[in-house]
């Protein structure tokens, strides 16, 4: 009996996993390498890491799914395609997809089962199936503000800062937290922290405001961000017209640490629909890949 291989890609910033799986679900190898996310490295990057994850798998594959972060376009998931199927470890059958990363890390947290799965780490995005229907809500760009993420929560910290620095409101716990872990301490200061700030540095201020709940402006910040990781739950339960237990899984460690984040998230789903089960993630999104691979 010929056997069957499922290759699941998980590429993000700051590492590609490749696992391969057979017909019983078994793993039966995994390598890490690095980054390969369509908004953080270049095309050749992304070639060279698909060469290099590959490269020691001695069977050839019966399909493929590569979850990539930065995807957005039919255009490159036909790109990624093309440069996978000249991999030796493709067959003339071989059935090859790709998508956003975020389908990995579903198919991961539920198995492929329906529900609903959010990221809730220094970006957000909101990922449902039910049925043969699927949305993707948010994962835009940090730029638009990756709302219920750190980075929406870090950024929303800098913009109250700025207004204690000029006066427009008063200082307290969070305030002062963010003035001695970022070195700001004036108009000049804060003026070159938004211009040459990271998105990672701003998405590290989330802690403090997590571990500064108490004080009403840090209270505030989470609430709103709260409140737009809660309305992408809610679009995506409508849209996809589930009925009866659907199960729910946060990813990332915003949404996971015990913090007022955490209740108030835990609190709004309740109100969205009793029907709403909050589950933990059952797989790693490698492996969420490698199942979606079997579903081609």
Known sequence: MEHKYYLGVDGGGTKTAFALINEQKELIYLKEVGPSSLDTVDEQQIINVIYEGTKDINVKVDSIFLGIGGIYSQKQIDW????????????????????????????????????????????????????????????????????????????????????????????????????????????EDITKYFIEAKRTDIASLAKLVTENSNDINAKKIIKDSVNELLLMIKTAFKKLHFEGETKISIIGSLGNSNTLYKTYLLEGIKKISPNLKFVQKRNEAYIGSALKAMEL
């Open 80 to 187: 990624i395609k093309e440069i996978v199927s000249k991999l030796d470890i493709v067959k003339k059958e071989t059935k090859i997809d790709a998508g956003n990363d975020i389908i990995s890390a579903f198919y991961g947290a539920l198995s492929g089962e329906d529900g609903i799965v959010c990221i809730a780490g220094t970006g957000s995005v909101c990922y449902a199936k039910n049925k043969d229907q699927n949305i993707r809500i948010g994962g835009i760009n940090y730029i638009e503000g990756d709302p219920g993420s750190a980075y929406d929560l870090g950024i929303h910290a800098l913009r109250y800062l700025a207004k204690v620095i000029d006066y427009r409101k008063k200082g307290g716990p969070l305030a002062n937290a963010l003035k001695v872990a970022t070195k700001i301490q004036n108009y």
